[in-house]
């Protein structure tokens, strides 16, 4: 299985963090320059790993073989470090460049040549998903994503409520199939539908098809390509997208003040990518 990480966002919630959080020099040198995927982690034995390495190790333990990583044209940090020292021993690694950053659908779409015609998974860079979940994509046999529920979602991972409102809003037939999917639909959409309102956090399993989703897909309001509106697309022109119901945290390296909670909860881990 091979699997696409996004990571060619500007960071720019993480550039213009909260003052006040304390970062060693290296982490400030990371969340300075938008490098969320490579922000050091450190581990009981005081190496510091960059989160990445703790993306990829997941991976291989769901299964995955070959990750490509979608970077910026002038992308060094993350092209030095896993050509150079932090090349994986489980997972064979590979570019996608994305010229602009215009949005997720293109960024997905960059990745084309990589992915063929196999299947694939689609993940964000700053976010660490359960080995569970993403084998359950691995295995999953057609186009589909984990749903998560609201509040579990929220009391596994730790991050504050009001932060949901940034995860896509999804809808789901009695068999368990992909109907709508919005994405940030805003605070009243989850106060109205509750603590089981089903949430999409940007992980996927896809087929050839999405391809011409994200090409076609229009700007939406907030100027963007976005995958959401590129699925809701491929739902409309016959794709099947099953869901699942997941558990677990995620956990979201999108801030400053992310960083002392993802280091707490990586505490003990050692990534084996």
């Not at 809701?232 to 979201?252: E, M, N, Q, W, Y």
Request: with cysteine.
């Amino acid at each position: 299985m091979k699997a696409v990480l996004l990571a060619r966002g500007l960071g720019s919630r993480m550039q213009h963090g909260a003052g006040g959080t304390t970062l060693t020099a290296h982490q400030e040198a990371a969340a300075a320059a938008g490098a969320k995927g490579m922000m050091p982690i450190a581990s009981d034995t005081v190496v510091t790993r960059p989160f990445l390495d703790y993306v990829l190790s997941a991976l291989a333990d769901a299964g995955c073989t070959t990750v490509c990583f979608v970077v910026a044209p002038d992308d060094e940090s993350i092209r030095g470090y896993y050509d150079g020292p932090g090349r994986p021993a489980r997972l064979g690694v590979d570019y996608a460049v994305q010229p602009m950053a215009d949005g997720t659908a293109r960024a997905v779409q960059s990745a084309r040549s990589f992915a063929g015609d196999a299947p694939f998974l689609v993940l964000n860079s700053d976010n660490i998903y359960s080995s569970a979940v993403l084998r359950g994509l691995v295995t999953l046999g057609q186009p589909g994503l984990p749903a998560y529920q609201r509040d579990a979602l929220v009391g596994d991972s730790g991050f504050p409520l009001d932060r949901v409102t940034n995860f896509a809003a999804l809808e789901v037939d009695g068999d368990g199939y992909l109907t709508h999917i919005v994405e940030k639909p805003g605070r009243g959409h989850y106060e109205s539908a509750g603590p089981r309102a089903l949430i999409s956090m940007n992980v996927w399993r896809f087929d050839a098809r999405i391809f011409e989703a994200c090409r076609d897909v229009p700007k939406s309001v907030r100027g963007e390509y976005e995958l959401p509106e590129a699925v809701g697309l491929a739902i409309t022109r016959g794709v099947r997208f099953k869901t699942f119901p997941a558990s677990g945290p995620v956990l979201d390296l999108s801030r400053r003040t992310d960083v002392a909670l993802v280091s707490q909860r990586l505490r003990g881990v050692e990534p084996r990518p």
